[in-house]
């Protein structure tokens, strides 16, 4: 960030920011004018709300989930009591840990994963473990067999949670394959054998995909106990982060526990925000937010993959990434031994050369094995398509200086 404030042809493919030509000011203006012109409404949007959330914007969050879970209207509304809104999903993120995690708790992450929730870990002085990946996200024979090793260390009681960031993932791009969510579901119910280990599913991404047809049946909708996934969703991607507008569907046991810390937190979301979401999503504004967004990111990503194509060519498959299928992520891999963190010397010479992205380490666990530093996360959410090809082809250039491109 710094950097890219003291130089202004910097080319940023490291802020997680989302595209700043689409944000949706003018549709967000006439709705926030209709709420405040209403007598009643404009009122009640000034004031204090409940900790839990405004009920409006609660209950059009159930329809939206069924929608894309593909289940009949009216199917969730057993859920309302579950659904809280929070302040992003972060905070939602934050409020588990706070309520779940003691110092020396385990919670198994995906390697690599959202590295500011790594943060909240260490806050906490919990430990993460990673779980290894490959394109269907978290490998379940791998996640069966940490279990199998911290249990045999004597270490089960201390796992609380398996964090997914499910859809397109940050910082891959990847998601869990559909045939793995229910398998995720039960594995984290089958070691629940000392005590409950709940399944945190992150879907912050979810919405942004840009194949056709519908999106895959969430972890959280294989959890027919309703007591083992924690669904944690947010507004920020698919509409503004500047609503700092997420939401939660806790299990049932978590309900008193989450809204308590967050009662203690803030007492509520601001409800201003909340209510404008409210007649954002009834009226339909939302879906077509959406799918804007869905066809720029899609041109943006491929804009992106095709400048990787052609300005690592010459690289003899020396170098590797992934093609997300949604999201705004791309994971760039160098061979083993090439450090793209600050302290190699790809990372200065990027700089140098007026690119930057966020060194792929700081996603990793420290355990079982020490963060990998062969990698790095390109964002293609904020650039435009010009600079998305110039960051590429410079990020090529300064690669070239630290490996032997074949041609
Ligand atoms: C995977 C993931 N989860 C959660 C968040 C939190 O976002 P917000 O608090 O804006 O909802 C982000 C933001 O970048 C994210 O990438």
Not at 109 to 115: D, G, H, L, M, Q
Not at 132 to 160: C, H, N, Q, W, Y
Not at 251 to 257: A, E
């Amino acid at each position: 960030m710094q950097a890219a404030l003291a130089n202004p042809a910097l080319i940023s493919l490291a802020a997680g920011f989302v595209d700043q030509e689409s944000l949706p000011a003018a549709a967000t203006a006439r709705v926030m004018t209709e709420v405040l012109n209403d007598p009643v409404e404009g009122r009640r949007a000034l004031q204090y709300g409940t900790t839990a959330g405004d009920t409006e914007l609660r209950s059009q969050i159930l329809r939206l989930l069924e929608r894309g879970e593909g289940v009949s209207e009216g199917a969730y509304e057993a859920y309302l009591p579950q659904v809280v809104v929070t302040q992003g999903s972060q905070q939602l993120l934050y409020l588990v840990a706070e309520a779940l995690l003691d110092p020396g708790d385990i919670v198994l992450v995906e390697s690599p994963t959202y590295f500011v929730f790594l943060g909240v870990l260490e806050t906490h002085g919990a430990r993460a473990i990673g779980v290894p990946i490959d394109d269907g996200g978290m490998k379940l024979d791998a996640l069966e067999a940490t279990l199998e090793e911290i249990s045999a260390r004597g270490e089960l009681g201390r796992v609380k949670l398996i964090y997914s960031i499910t859809e397109h993932s940050n910082p891959t791009g990847l998601s869990l394959a559909p045939d793995r969510r229910k398998g995720l579901v039960e594995i984290a119910q089958r070691w629940s054998k000392e005590r409950p280990i709940y399944v945190l599913e992150d879907a912050a991404y979810r919405g942004l995909s840009y194949t056709d047809g519908p999106e895959p049946r969430s972890a959280w909708s294989y959890d027919e106990t309703g007591d083992t996934v924690i669904l944690a969703r947010t507004f920020s991607k698919t509409y503004s982060p500047g609503m700092k507008t997420g939401f939660g569907v806790l299990p049932k046991s978590l309900v008193k526990p989450i809204l308590g810390l967050k009662g203690n937190h803030d007492f509520g979301s601001s409800n201003l925000h909340q209510m404008v979401l409210a007649r954002v999503l009834r009226e339909g504004v939302y879906i077509e937010q959406v799918e804007l967004l869905k066809s720029l990111y899609k041109a943006k990503r491929d804009t992106m993959l095709e400048a990787l194509d052609q300005h690592f060519a010459g690289f003899d498959g020396q170098v590797k990434w992934t093609r997300p299928a949604g999201g705004l992520f791309v994971w760039f891999s160098a061979p083993e031994g090439v450090d793209l963190g600050p302290l190699g010397s790809v990372w200065p010479n990027c700089q140098s050369k007026g690119v930057i992205y966020v060194p792929g380490q700081y996603a990793f666990a420290h355990e079982p094995t020490p963060p990998e530093t062969n990698h790095a996360r390109l964002c293609f959410g904020v650039p435009d398509e010009a600079d998305l090809k110039e960051g590429i082809a410079r990020l090529a250039a300064a690669l070239a200086e630290c490996l032997d491109p074949v041609a």
